[in-house]
């Protein structure tokens, strides 16, 4: 039986710790307010900032309101992971970690 994911939670404009230590990225989900264009990076840091290697990077356009990105084989973070949403006006985004 495949474990369970865990989920970030809808995140608005920030830097988010998710965890630190090894852990795995299966999907990435960036929400546009309809008006302007939001991002999710995600980096492989225990730090808290973005000093890291970028691991996965989703933009969700005007366009399609939200893209995702749902990796079939997870992506490992060796060292922690961190997301920045990023955006004019209300980005918002979602990662799902950890099985």
Do not use: E, W
């Not at 990076?41 to 399609?64: E, F, L, M, P, R």
């Amino acid at each position: 039986m495949a474990g369970s994911a865990q989920s970030s939670g809808l995140k608005t404009a920030g830097t988010y710790q998710l965890f630190v230590g090894r852990g795995i990225v299966s999907a990435v989900h960036a929400i546009s307010d309809g008006t302007n264009v939001a991002t999710v990076t995600v980096y492989d840091n225990a730090a808290g900032d973005t000093s890291g290697n970028v691991i996965a990077k989703v933009n969700g356009s005007v366009t399609t309101g939200s893209n995702g990105a749902y990796f079939t084989t997870p992506v490992r973070c060796d060292n922690g992971c961190v997301i920045v949403v990023a955006g004019t006006g209300a980005p918002q985004g979602m990662v799902h970690f950890g099985a």
